[in-house]
């Protein structure tokens, strides 16, 4: 009863369809129906249109209950307008709506891939920037180690600079010393050979003068 009341209202919908207006229409998914030459049943077959087949609508005549079609392949026929859905069927629209999920689906299973896959990279990036910050501080410890090293060096080298400064200074102080001590000590061998001279040459004058004094002495002694 309901499918009749259905037909009916479709019947009538068709029915006040302007006839030049081309809109796309579906078989009926209940079985084939024939696409005929003309408008009535005494027009040839031209084909068999399988239930679901979509067909442009480009005339519908009223009074024949016929309409005018194309089929996607550019063949036209009539066909009986009681025949014709103004969407596609049930069975259809499950089909398709069966693919689609399948295709959401497999669209889903994609995106998680994906966003698995770039979570991963999300966490190998994370592992990395970890693992350069710990290098950054290595470098940055052992940066700091060398300037500590460097400064050490630098003022080891300070140091050294004075010390030889000092020492250079103490070669010459030690340098102008020992000229001084071999000048005193050259003086001092001049002093004592001056003084064993004198005492020599006293000598010889005492060893010539003393025994004249005797001589005198004793010969004065004579004459008394």
């Given amino acids: 009863m309901m499918k009749t009341t259905h037909y009916s209202i479709l019947l009538f919908l068709i029915w006040i369809t302007p006839s030049a207006y081309a809109a796309p229409a579906w078989v009926s998914?209940?079985?084939?129906?024939?696409?005929?030459?003309?408008?009535?049943?005494?027009n040839a077959i031209q084909l068999m249109v399988a239930s679901g087949t979509q067909l442009e609508v480009l005339e519908r005549d009223a009074e024949s209950g016929y309409s005018r079609v194309r089929t996607m392949r550019g063949t036209e026929g009539w066909v009986?307008?009681?025949?014709?859905?103004?969407?596609?069927?049930?069975?259809?629209?499950?089909?398709?709506l069966s693919s689609q999920l399948t295709?959401?689906?497999?669209?889903?299973?994609?995106?998680?891939?994906?966003?698995?896959?770039?979570?991963?990279?999300?966490?190998?990036?994370?592992?990395?920037?970890?693992?350069?910050k710990r290098e950054k501080a290595a470098a940055e410890k052992e940066l700091a180690e060398i300037k500590r090293t460097a400064a050490n060096v630098l003022s080891i080298n300070?140091?050294?600079?004075?010390?030889?400064?000092?020492?250079?200074?103490?070669?010459?102080?030690?340098?102008?010393?020992?000229?001084?001590?071999?000048?005193?000590?050259?003086?001092?061998?001049?002093?004592?050979?001056?003084?064993?001279?004198?005492?020599?040459?006293?000598?010889?004058?005492?060893?010539?003068?003393?025994?004249?004094i005797r001589w005198q002495r004793r010969s004065g002694?004579?004459?008394?």
Avoid at 181 to 189: G, H, I
Avoid at 221 to 224: C, K, M, P, S
């Fill in 158 to 212: 300070e140091q050294n600079r004075t010390l030889l400064n000092d020492l250079a200074t103490v070669e010459i102080r030690a340098d102008a010393l020992d000229q001084e001590n071999r000048q005193l000590s050259s003086r001092t061998t001049r002093y004592w050979f001056m003084s064993g001279a004198l005492v020599l040459l006293v000598g010889i004058v005492l060893g010539i003068w003393l025994p004249r």
């Fill in 80 to 96: 009986l307008s009681r025949y014709l859905m103004t969407e596609r069927s049930a069975r259809e629209q499950l089909e398709i």
């Fill in 103 to 132: 295709n959401a689906n497999s669209r889903g299973t994609s995106l998680g891939s994906q966003l698995t896959a770039i979570k991963g990279e999300y966490e190998s990036a994370n592992r990395g920037i970890a693992t350069l």
């Fill in 221 to 224: 002694y004579d004459r008394f």
């Fill in 29 to 42: 998914d209940q079985f084939e129906i024939t696409l005929r030459s003309g408008p009535s049943t005494s």
